[in-house]
């Protein structure tokens, strides 16, 4: 299937087994448990030799379906499918980590991605080393023999930054360490993380590939592509599983033992979702960079920032990574946050609401939102503005759009 397009990639998945109404969509298993016909097939099950369903909790053939078409699609050696975003970070890191190791990533963060490194995994005795990602000596210089990884977010939210992946990949392998990337504002069907050196890449399947905000999801994509002999948690794994040695460590031990695996429903709204997934993306943001462009000449507005614009300082590493259209978000800085208040209030049909990527088109004030909890040092040292509007962009027409944030503004 390595010469198929996106699309045919992912509608040439089939079932694991023939089912017997021949149903063109995969069969909802809503089931917690599975019979088994003898104890010896219970045993085996259980083992992992058979490969066969025991407990929802853990593996699910609605969930696993969902999981070979993000596979076939991307080319990865495994995936996993849990029930958020965040639960795909978490999942990552405890698998990854252990007390006395670091992660290395920089501060423009999502502000739960943030919270996570800074203060959770903290008090279990790992450092998350803050730096500037785009300055591969600094990288280079937090890198240690207690590193568990490199972690970033491919264009970061709401700041907008780009990272030189080609850089910062070549920095992991010499240094002999995982790359693990975000990377859910841009989808697979115009990037493909395993090719731009990504090992381990997590995407919060809430957004684009729901299909319109229709469930909450997770994933975590392995490309095989790291020798886990060289990790000092997993190296033990690699001697049993080789380049499977993160995924047998986390689908064997981390994500049984939190509990975190997908839920068959939403696996099957997500799997519809992803049917639809390039449609919606070029149609969002298409929009979002006329959008963009439109904006720069509307007044009230102090700037705008988003990749795709040629004047935007991230633009020609944003477009050789990711090509003309670097997501469907962007965000515009007002006069102050009581102007910013005053236009979400005037907002009529642009949604007053979190959440990237849903089908209709979304607008929050991220400083006194996402970020509400963190004092304003933190805030400042993230680079999270009180004048600052995230804007998603949905499928609406991009001048009734424009209409809207016009007539809010005056």
């Not at 905000?213 to 990790?231: F, H, N, P």
Request: glycine share 6%.
């Amino acid at each position: 299937m390595k010469d198929l397009s996106f699309e045919n990639k992912l509608y040439q998945s089939s079932y694991p087994r023939e089912d017997v109404y021949n149903a063109l969509q995969m069969p909802v298993y809503n089931n917690a448990a599975f019979e088994f016909n003898t104890a010896e097939e219970m045993e085996a099950a259980f083992a992992g030799q058979s490969g066969e369903h025991t407990y929802s909790r853990i593996s699910n053939p609605t969930v696993q379906y969902f999981e070979n078409r993000i596979k076939n699609i991307t080319g990865a050696l495994s995936v996993t499918a849990l029930n958020s975003g965040m639960a795909a970070i978490c999942n990552t890191f405890i698998t990854l980590g252990y007390s006395g190791a670091n992660i290395v990533t920089s501060r423009h963060l999502f502000g739960n991605t943030y919270s996570l490194l800074n203060t959770t995994l903290k008090a279990f005795g790992v450092e998350a080393r803050f730096c500037d990602l785009n300055d591969p000596e600094a990288v280079k210089a937090n890198i240690d023999k207690n590193t568990c990884a490199v972690f970033l977010e491919i264009i970061t939210n709401p700041q907008l930054e780009v990272v030189n992946l080609d850089v910062l990949a070549a920095i992991a392998k010499e240094k002999e360490i995982p790359l693990v990337a975000d990377t859910t504002i841009i989808p697979f069907c115009v990037f493909n993380a395993g090719k731009a050196g990504i090992d381990i890449e997590i995407v919060s399947s809430t957004k684009y590939i729901s299909g319109g905000a229709t469930s909450i999801g997770g994933m975590i994509v392995d490309y095989g592509t790291y020798d886990w002999s060289k990790s000092t948690k997993l190296a033990s794994n690699a001697s049993e599983a080789g380049k499977l040695a993160f995924t047998h460590k986390m689908k064997k031990e981390i994500h049984r033992n939190l509990g975190a695996y997908m839920t068959p429903q939403a696996a099957h709204q997500q799997t519809i979702g992803l049917e639809t997934l390039s449609l919606r993306f070029n149609r969002a943001a298409e929009t979002c960079l006329a959008l963009a462009q439109a904006l720069q000449k509307v007044e009230g507005i102090e700037s705008i920032n988003y990749p795709g614009l040629e004047n935007n300082r991230f633009y020609e590493i944003s477009q050789r990574q990711f090509g003309k259209y670097p997501g469907a978000m962007l965000t515009f800085d007002l006069q102050s946050k009581e102007a910013c208040f005053s236009f979400l209030n005037k907002l009529k049909f642009i949604k007053r609401a979190t959440n990237l990527f849903d089908n209709k088109s979304l607008a929050i004030h991220p400083e006194s939102t996402i970020y509400v909890n963190f004092n304003k040092e933190e805030k400042e040292k993230m680079h999270i503005s009180p004048k600052t509007i995230r804007l998603s962009v949905g499928l609406e027409n991009s001048d009734d759009i424009l209409q809207d944030i016009v007539a809010s503004l005056k």
